[in-house]
């Protein structure tokens, strides 16, 4: 399943549900993650991340006019997870941690 995992300029908490999804791939089936910034990817990169997306997850701040694309060209993909403003600063502080993974666990796929 491949996975694209966005937020504000792609260095915190996009990287850490990346990571979260990777860590699957021990266990289950595989995980192809990515993460991408929002404000900083040009908008040719973001289509081409998003036709090659099974799943896209948005977990950008509230007040950005850039997801308007986001939402229109993703259509089903799209799913949006609110959880605040980057107060993180680096992607394996363990509370962000705790946050991806239920979001994460939201969307995995079990093994069959």
């Known amino acids: 399943m491949k996975i694209l995992c966005i937020c504000n300029f792609g ?7 990346k990571n979260s999804f990777r860590m699957l791939n021990k266990k289950e089936i595989k995980y192809d993650a990515l993460s991408v910034g929002l404000l ?7 289509t081409y991340l998003m036709d090659w997306a099974d799943l896209i997850i948005d977990l950008a701040d509230n007040n950005l006019k850039e997801r308007n694309f986001l939402i229109l060209y ?9 959880i605040g403003g980057d107060r993180w600063s ?16 939201l969307y995995k796929k079990v093994k069959k």
């Open 11 to 17: 260095n915190v908490r996009s990287v850490a549900l």
């Open 74 to 82: 993703a259509g089903e993909k799209y799913k949006r997870e609110d």
């Open 40 to 46: 900083c990817t040009s908008v040719d990169t973001l």
């Open 90 to 105: 680096n992607p394996f502080d363990e509370e962000l941690k705790e946050i991806v993974k239920k979001i994460r666990d």
